[in-house]
C-alpha cells in the first residue's frame, strides 16, 4: 500500500468522525456535506504535495 493510499484512508476516517460528530450536535446536513467535501479536497491536496518524490538535484 503506498503512502498517498495509507494517508488518505486516515484522513478519510478523520473526515467520517468530524462529519458523525456534526450530524450529533445537529448541524445542518448541507453543512454537513459541505464541510467533508471541503475537507476532502484539502486532504487530496496534502496527500499530493507530502507523498510527491522530491525533484532530483540539478546540477
Known sequence: ?????T???GFVVLV???AIAAYLLNAPPMWIA???IVMVGLG???ATSRTKPKDPPTV
Open 34 to 36: 459541505v464541510g467533508v
Open 44 to 46: 487530496i491536496l496534502m
Open 16 to 18: 467520517l468522525g468530524l
Open 1 to 5: 500500500m503506498s503512502s498517498f493510499s
Open 7 to 9: 494517508y488518505m484512508i
